[in-house]
């Protein structure tokens, strides 16, 4: 069964080569990489500003937003909520703290 956030990675897929005068997807994508990932990043500000100042309703509006750019910014990289869903599916059951310390040191 398709929820909405299946529904928007199919929405984002199909209007990311529309007309960018008609589509903010298509806007966006052909604004480019750098282009999306600042708009991933501005809406997790405006999450974490939200959050601090406990509203609620702006919380999940902001949330909404960054689950939008963030879905466009897996497009345009070939990637889906299907990969990060995996990502998810590997680390569950470990401790947030034991999968951190498994990453390679940079």
């Given at each position: ?6 529904r928007?990675e ?6 990311r ?6 589509s ?7 604004r ?12 997790a ?23 939008f ?5 897996l ?7 299907d ?24």
């Open positions: 069964m398709r929820d909405s956030l299946d928007l199919q929405t984002i897929k199909d209007r080569t529309a007309d960018p005068g008609s903010y997807v298509a806007k966006l994508t052909a480019g990489r750098a282009k999306i990932a600042q708009k991933v990043g501005e809406e500000v405006e999450l974490v500003i939200a959050a601090i100042a406990d509203d609620k309703a702006e919380a999940v509006k902001e949330g909404a937003d960054l689950l750019h963030l879905t466009v910014l497009a345009d990289m070939g990637l889906s909520l990969d990060i869903r995996a990502e998810l599916d590997r680390r569950e059951g470990v401790s947030g703290l034991a999968e951190k310390a498994s990453r390679p040191k940079e």
